[in-house]
């Protein structure tokens, strides 16, 4: 088998999809993609398909190897972004020409579900009480909300109270019945981060995502001697090689590689493995699509590290179309309680809607993050 086209449709809300094409007819899906920065690893797509154009799409191995070493320079969010949705893809062509899916050619399940769990709040955390009661009606039983708004480096006693009062009246409109993640998204600072971590305690969030930004990684060993709140991070790192030193620095508790940034099936199931050996927890991040997502559910079901998983369904992003808006086995994506059992169909197990597809990337979005401002006029972290 050879591969013989790589196609890519960007498509709203802000989603990226790869269509690798076969000289047998059999077709692979990936999402090479970051947010906001779409069109970029587009192209960086186009221009590694001078290394696979040709080549026999079984050698995943070999080729992520030619992707990664092949141009001397490596890494970073663009490149990793774009081997994340050729090796996606590639898994799947792998699992259809075998007609398994992927969690079966790395080895089988170790276990039946998934659990995931849902965004609440939007940007500026509002209407969070009403929106987990709304999703607790549907089973769901465990969130994410963003963490605060603009904080300055140094903040004042409002803007923590303001924090904490949030976290508070979750708990205490739900006590136990609900369990949530806190995002700090990167926005806070790292005294305000010891501050905050030390005044969310007793409301014992499952976790505090990025406490700091990864630039401060150094810090997370620091901030986790000075809280018993399991620090998780990992979204903004790209690979086995960033994620070794915060491993053996110690201080995190989850890693959140994301599936679609760091490399894809072939890295992420490695990072998940030097995860356990650390006893650190596994949390795919996926606020993205559904080609995405169902590579994050093929990894979940082998590492046995796997805690939680993100999906985007119903998230703030999502303007002009949802999760499951361009897939047809829609079925395979039900959540039950909140958890959802392994993609029954080989490969990747998504089905494309590959017309609406085509249709929606006639009008390919502009999505770009917010750009916030603190209110002296400088740049603030979103
Ligand atoms: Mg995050």
């Not at 006693?157 to 205490?172: N, T, Y």
Request: proline share 5%.
């Amino acid at each position: 088998m050879k591969i013989v086209r790589l196609s890519t449709y960007h498509a709203a809300p802000r989603w990226l999809f790869l269509k690798v094409e076969t000289d047998e007819g059999i077709t692979g899906w990936g999402e090479p993609v970051i947010e906001g920065r779409a069109q970029t690893v587009e192209a960086a797509v186009h221009e590694l398909s001078d290394y696979l154009i040709g080549q026999d799409p079984s050698r995943i191995n070999d080729l992520w190897q030619t992707l990664y070493r092949g141009g001397f320079y490596r890494g970073g969010a663009v490149l990793m972004s774009a081997i994340a949705g050729i090796d996606q893809a590639l898994w799947d062509i792998k699992g259809k020409a075998l007609g398994v899916p992927v969690y079966e050619l790395l080895g089988g399940k170790v276990r039946d579900r998934m659990k995931t769990y849902r965004w609440v709040g939007g940007d500026r955390p509002a209407d969070i009480i009403a929106q987990i009661h709304e999703l607790k009606a549907l089973g769901f039983d465990t969130f994410k909300f963003n963490g605060t708004e603009e904080l300055r480096l140094i903040d004042n006693a409002a803007a923590i109270d303001a924090a904490v009062a949030k976290v508070a009246e979750i708990r205490g409109a739900f006590a136990n019945d609900v369990s949530f993640g806190i995002d700090f998204h990167g926005r806070v600072s790292v005294p305000m981060a010891r501050v905050l971590l030390r005044e969310l305690e007793p409301y014992r969030p499952l976790f505090v995502e990025e406490p700091v930004l990864p630039e401060q990684s150094e810090y997370y060993r620091r901030l986790a001697d000075s809280t018993s709140i399991p620090l998780a991070a990992g979204e903004r790192m790209y690979s086995r090689f960033e994620f070794k030193q915060v491993l053996a620095d110690g201080g995190l508790s989850i890693l959140q590689p994301d599936l679609s940034h760091a490399g894809g099936i072939t890295e992420c199931f490695k990072i998940a493995a030097m995860a356990e050996a650390y006893d650190v927890g596994f949390a795919p991040h996926c606020p993205l699509g559904p080609v995405a997502l169902a590579a994050c559910l093929q990894v979940d079901f082998v590492a046995h590290n796997a805690v939680l998983q993100e999906q985007s369904i119903g998230i703030h992003y999502n303007n002009g179309a949802d999760l499951l808006d361009y897939v047809l086995n829609k079925e395979d994506f039900r959540c039950d309680n909140g958890d959802i059992a392994a993609l029954p169909k080989p490969g990747l197990g998504v089905e494309m809607d590959e017309q609406r597809l085509l249709e929606a990337s006639r009008h390919p979005p502009a999505w770009r993050n917010p750009l916030w401002r603190h209110a002296d006029g400088s740049i603030a972290e979103w």
